[in-house]
Structures are given as C-alpha cells and as structure tokens.
C-alpha cells in the first residue's frame, strides 16, 4: 500500500549528506522518493523481486529474513528499527533481493528510487562517506547474526540483540519481547526469563513495550561470560 510522500520527503531532507547537495538535485531527491506501509507480518519487499532502491523505514520495524532461515526456529535475524535505512547492497548490485524484508509491526518505508541513488553515488562525496559507514554497520550485523546462529545459549543470543552493534542510534528500545524473540529465534518466554535476568542485575529496564539499556558496561561483561555457554 503506498503512502503519503510526505513523510518521505521530510526524512530525507534531514539527512546529513542532503544539504550538500546541489539545489537542482535537491529538489530531484526529495520529489523523487516514496512511501509504502505494510501490516504486521506483511512481506513488504519479497525475496526474488527486482529491487527498486534503497530504503529506510520511517515507522515501524522490519526484519530482514532470508527464504531458507525463515524454516528454522533458530535462526537469528536482523532487525532495522524506524529512523534507519537498509538494502544498500542489494542497491548496489544489479540482481534480484536476496531476503524477505518482513514489517513485525504496522510499518512505513521509504525508497529511494535506484537512478537517485546511482546519481547520488556518483556525484555526492556526503553520501558515499554515508554509505560506507552503513555498509560497515552492516557487515557487523552480518557477522553477529552468523555468530548467533551458531550456538549459543539464549541468554548471549539475546544480549547480542541488545548491543550497540544492532541498535546505534538509541539505548532505550521500542522493542516488544515478542518482536525481539522474532529476530533472535528464542519463544517469548525464553526471551522474558532473559530479559528478567538482565534486569535483576540492573543491566536493563523493562516496561511495556520497552527495553532500556542502563549499563553498557555490565552488558559487554554478560556477553563476554555467556559466549561459552
């Protein structure tokens, strides 16, 4: 379902590379973007379809969930929360996507269609330095998920969740326990046993709907003791 424009246009207006830029393409980039919303458990942008940009999602949360993992309860997945763009690689390489991009809850997006981005990409020093930070993000998240799929006990998988390496932008996560089990591949009551540990030992704050990270310190210090287990 496609949305107002609106929204998108004020998204990428505010974006640090977007000021300089010059007028002519300003106006290019911010007329030229859209928004689609999805449902919850609705596959926004289907695994094997021809990829139209680069996305951010302006409310909401999505999953990125290959085809193969999405049999395996197990399997860990990343999660890209409101305010955060994904599928830069897939922008960037002429093929069909590789993964489900699926919304955990009612979900808008924005696209930046592929001719931006390829003009963006060869004209904008901003932006490049922009993409490559986000595609440095990404491989850490990559390399986490892959580490999570293969062991470990739920409590390292879901403190992995937890970290700054999947969540930069806030310590304080508009995360149901049910949308986190989602991406950790853990039951909701694996996920709340957890949850309240971290809790008792004031590593985190929990109200409905919320997790809050108050020490990131002790976090680190968790992960590093449950990584054998």
Not at 21 to 26: I, R
Not at 104 to 116: D, E, F, G
Not at 187 to 199: A, C, D, G, I, W
Not at 218 to 229: E, H, I, K, M, R
Request: charge should be neutral; proline fraction near 4%.
């Amino acid at each position: 379902m496609f949305a107002s424009t609106s929204s998108a246009e004020r998204f990428i207006a505010c974006q640090p590379w977007f000021a300089s830029l010059p007028l002519e393409l300003q106006t290019q980039v911010r007329t030229g973007v859209y928004a689609n919303e999805g449902a919850k458990g609705e596959v926004m942008l289907p695994a094997g379809t021809a990829v139209q940009g680069w996305h951010a999602v302006l409310s909401g949360l999505v999953m990125l969930r290959s085809p193969a993992a999405a049999q395996q309860r197990a399997s860990a997945f990343i999660g890209i929360p409101d305010g955060e763009w994904f599928g830069e690689g897939s922008a960037m390489k002429p093929e069909p996507r590789k993964y489900d991009v699926v919304a955990l809850r009612p979900t808008q997006l924005m696209c930046l269609p592929l001719h931006l981005f390829a003009t963006l990409r060869d004209t904008s020093l901003a932006f490049n330095q922009f993409l490559v930070q986000h595609l440095n993000l990404r491989l850490g998240q990559a390399m986490t998920i892959i580490e999570a799929g293969r062991m470990r006990s739920p409590e390292h998988r879901v403190a992995l969740y937890l970290s700054r390496i999947f969540w930069r932008s806030t310590r304080r996560l508009n995360l149901t326990q049910e949308e986190l089990g989602q991406l950790v591949g853990l039951s909701r009551q694996t996920v709340n046993r957890v949850l309240q540990s971290l809790e008792a030992a004031g590593i985190v704050s929990l109200d409905f709907g919320r997790v809050a990270i108050l020490d990131d310190e002790a976090l680190n210090g968790y992960l590093a003791a449950t990584a054998a287990q």
